[in-house]
């Protein structure tokens, strides 16, 4: 389940992902670039055991010739104790082999706490006969508090998994929110990834309640309903919520809903919609705007 989500992240964002996860590596030019995901099916005579699949294969490269293309291998691994350095090295010597390139960088994204080895050595006291090392990126280790106002949405998106006091998880899982709400606008990408964060996050029913009470009431802020919809969505009466909760949304930005608008609100019965609708409450900016661009549609 991590690495799908993992992979699909850095597939669906591969320039902030690189940059997020590779900083160091991927410069500054990676706009410029084209980054081609190298397609699993096409390594099966090399990497087809289930033990030797690779996550995510990136190459990237430059038309203008500026950079030698590279090699991204980006591995995420969910349990620090299950990864195996030496299994990544024989990932990367055969896609080497199998790409023609030697210019391969391998990045391990670590999940969860726990210590690995980082630096591999074979050889005898005198000569190293093969060294290998990798970036790595401990997101559990990484302090929240940097990436809270990124502009990078692979960041923002991650808020949750970083390190923060626990008093902050509600506030880490908004920024996560509001992050995705405003870097991306594609409807189907914020409900993908709205469920990005929910199941990273993984709110109590408890901090559900709390999130909706300091949230919703307070900023007007929608973002991250999802789960509250998934939750009720199993109860009688999930589109009556809903819509109850549309027009709280609505009359905490713009103040009183009129009662046409109500009215439309009210006839609207598919789940889906009020989904798409909670998500674009944020975006408008008036009542009319949001009668001709949301209800209307």
Not at 15 to 37: H, K, N, T
Not at 47 to 72: C, K, N, Q
Not at 209 to 215: C, I, L, M, S
Not at 278 to 288: E, T
Request: glycine share 6%; with cysteine; hydrophobic share 40%.
């Amino acid at each position: 389940m991590h690495d799908q989500n993992f992979k699909n992240l850095i597939i669906d964002y591969p320039v902030q992902a690189l940059e997020f996860f590779a900083g160091e590596e991927a410069g500054l030019d990676l706009s410029e670039a084209r980054i081609i995901p190298v397609r699993q099916e096409q390594l099966m005579d090399r990497l087809g055991d289930r033990f030797r699949e690779l996550d995510t294969p990136l190459l990237v490269e430059w038309s203008d010739g500026r950079r030698e293309a590279i090699l991204f291998v980006v591995e995420e691994e969910t349990k620090t104790s299950k990864f195996s350095i030496y299994r990544l090295a024989r990932y990367c010597l055969d896609l080497a082999e199998l790409m023609g390139t030697d210019r391969v960088i391998p990045v391990v994204i670590f999940l969860r706490t726990g210590t690995s080895r980082s630096y591999l050595r074979l050889g005898s006291d005198s000569c190293a006969y093969m060294e290998f090392r990798y970036l790595m990126c401990k997101l559990k280790s990484l302090p929240s508090a940097r990436y809270y106002n990124s502009n990078n949405i692979v960041a923002r998106l991650n808020l949750p998994n970083m390190a923060y006091p626990p008093k902050d998880r509600l506030e880490m899982y908004q920024a996560a929110q509001t992050g995705l709400a405003r870097l991306e606008t594609s409807l189907e990408k914020q409900r993908k990834y709205a469920d990005f964060i929910d199941f990273y996050a993984d709110l109590s029913e408890e901090e559900v309640k709390r999130y909706r009470a300091r949230y919703l009431s307070e900023k007007g802020e929608i973002m991250g309903l999802v789960s509250v919809l998934k939750e009720e969505g199993r109860q009688e009466g999930m589109q009556q919520e809903a819509q109850d909760m549309l027009i709280e949304v609505l009359t905490e930005r713009f103040g009183k809903v009129n009662g046409e608008l109500s009215e439309q609100i009210k006839r609207i019965d598919s789940r889906e919609r009020l989904k798409n609708m909670l998500l674009q409450a944020l975006r408008v900016k008036s009542f009319d705007e949001f009668g001709k661009k949301v209800v209307s549609n």
